[in-house]
C-alpha cells in the first residue's frame, strides 16, 4: 500500500513570483509514476505534471517543474511566475501498476492562493 | 474526444432512497475508476475495474455500494440506501493500463438529507 502526505494544507502566494509545494510518499513499488493535479473551483481534476520514477532527470512543464527524489521519497511541484489561474487545490499522487490496472493514491491536497 | 462525462452534476436525495451515479467513459481507456472525495478524507479509491471486470473494491465502504461496469462505454455507482454520511463528491476516472494518468469527469456532487 502507498501512502502520501502533503504537509501544507495551505500556501500562499504573490503573483508573478515562485511557490514550491511538497509531497513525500511511501511505496515498496521500484517502478511508479507520480502525478501532480490540479483542482480549481470548478472541481474538474486537471492534470499538471508527470514523472517516471526511473528517470533521474525533472520533469518540466513550462511554469510548472518537480523536483523528484527517489531515495528520499519526495516529490515536489514548483510553479513559477505565479498567475492567478494558478489559485485552486493542488493532489499529489503516486501511481504504481497493479498488473492489470494503475493505481493512484492521492494525498490530503494543499489549497494554494494566490494574490496580488 | 468528449472526455469523461459523469451524470448527474448534483443530485439531492433523501435519506433511505436509492441513488445512481453514471459515468461514459473514453474509448480506448480500459481501466475505470470510482473515487470519492470529501473534506474529512480526501480522495478515496472506491473501486477499480480493467476491461470492464472489477478489480479490487475493497475500498467500497459498506454493501449499500455496488458498482457495475457492463460495457466499455457505461458504469454506475449505486447507493442503496443512502445515508446523510455519503453526501460527497463522486468522480469517475478512465485511464489505461499501465502507468498512465487518470482522466477524471466533473464528478456529482450527492447530497442525501
Not at chain 1, 510548472?64 to 489561474?85: E, H, P, R, T, Y
Not at chain 1, 494558478?86 to 492521492?106: E, I, V, W
Not at chain 2, 466499455?72 to 463528491?89: C, G, H, M, N, Y
Request: with cysteine; aromatic share 12%.
Amino acid at each position: 500500500a502507498q501512502t502520501v502526505t502533503q504537509s501544507q494544507p495551505e500556501m500562499s502566494v504573490q503573483e508573478a513570483e515562485t511557490v514550491t509545494l511538497s509531497c513525500t510518499y511511501d511505496t515498496s513499488e521500484s517502478d511508479y509514476y507520480l502525478f501532480w493535479y490540479k483542482q480549481p473551483p470548478s472541481r474538474q481534476m486537471i492534470l499538471v505534471i508527470r514523472q517516471e520514477a526511473y528517470k533521474q532527470q525533472n520533469a518540466t512543464e513550462n511554469r510548472f517543474s518537480v523536483n523528484f527524489q527517489k531515495a528520499a521519497k519526495s516529490f515536489s511541484l514548483k510553479i513559477s511566475d505565479s498567475q492567478l489561474g494558478d489559485a485552486a487545490m493542488y493532489f499529489c499522487a503516486p501511481t504504481y501498476y497493479t498488473g492489470t490496472a494503475s493505481k493512484l493514491t492521492f494525498g490530503t491536497g494543499t489549497r494554494l492562493q494566490v494574490t496580488l | 474526444d468528449a472526455g469523461v462525462i459523469q451524470s448527474p452534476r448534483h443530485e439531492v436525495t433523501e435519506m433511505g432512497q436509492e441513488v445512481t451515479l453514471r459515468c461514459k467513459p473514453i474509448s480506448g481507456h480500459n481501466s475505470l475508476f470510482w473515487y470519492r472525495q470529501t473534506m474529512m478524507r480526501g480522495l478515496e479509491l472506491l473501486i477499480y475495474f480493467n476491461n470492464n471486470v472489477p478489480i479490487d473494491d475493497s475500498g467500497m465502504p459498506e454493501d449499500r455500494f455496488s458498482a457495475k461496469m457492463p460495457n466499455a462505454s457505461f458504469s454506475t455507482l449505486k447507493i442503496q440506501p443512502s445515508e446523510p454520511r455519503d453526501s460527497a463528491v463522486y468522480f469517475c476516472a478512465h485511464g489505461r493500463a499501465e502507468n498512465t494518468e487518470a482522466f477524471f469527469g466533473q464528478g456529482t456532487r450527492l447530497t442525501v438529507v
